[in-house]
């Protein structure tokens, strides 16, 4: 995880302003989540529009450009099942950035794929809470989109970058690493409030097992 924002290209700017019913009809939208664009999001701005046409790298058909949409919130956050919303709407990737009232930012992405009519989402990551104005970082350098994307989402990922690893199999691993955090966590939980030895030794015994696994795919 580089932990940092993008300055995202002046070339690429697109800035409009999307409001928040256009997002009610994609798809179907419960009123509880209706209810959580309405409480939670002040302004959506489809803010850059990063394509061949723009910075001059070439899309594919799973990346055939890259939207930067900024969210501005009500209060500390936009909640993930409302970017999610969003982000199944639109049928090309999506980075987010999301403003909070007191003026903080973060970025936050998924493993986005087009494969059907419904794009599949993976699990989001996201940088820290930053205040604004951030020191940005420059893009990464790369000759493709669907390369950029992958640099940008393996950014935020909590997992080292392989050399040659593809991202589809970087979000798996990372998918792993956060099932055996978990499952760490919960034996941790066991071995303080287990009283018998040969069962506390036994689960010993898995929680190494875990660990190691958890080493290896980190």
Do not use: C
């Amino acid at each position: 995880m580089t932990g940092a924002l993008y300055q995202w290209p002046a070339a690429a700017t697109f800035g409009r302003q999307v409001p928040k019913a256009k997002f009610y009809e994609h798809g179907t939208i419960s009123t509880a989540l209706r209810g959580k664009f309405i409480d939670e999001v002040h302004r959506i701005t489809w803010a850059y529009k990063l394509a061949e046409s723009t910075i001059n790298l070439t899309g594919s058909p799973e990346v055939p450009e890259i939207q930067v949409f900024q969210l501005v919130a009500k209060g500390n956050d936009v909640s993930e099942p409302v970017i999610a919303a969003i982000d199944k709407a639109v049928h090309t990737p999506i980075v987010f950035e999301v403003t909070s009232s007191d003026g903080r930012t973060r970025m936050t992405a998924t493993h986005k794929r087009l494969r059907s009519a419904s794009p599949k989402l993976g699990a989001y990551y996201t940088t820290p809470w930053y205040s604004e104005p951030a020191v940005r970082a420059p893009l990464p350098t790369v000759i493709t989109l669907p390369a950029l994307y992958t640099a940008l989402v393996q950014s935020l990922t909590p997992v080292s970058t392989r050399p040659g690893e593809e991202l589809e199999k970087a979000a798996a691993r990372t998918e792993m690493v956060r099932k055996l955090k978990r499952d760490i966590a919960s034996i941790q939980r066991k071995l303080r409030t287990e009283p018998q030895l040969n069962r506390k030794i036994e689960l010993r015994r898995t929680l190494m097992a875990k660990q190691a696994e958890l080493e290896q795919q980190r």
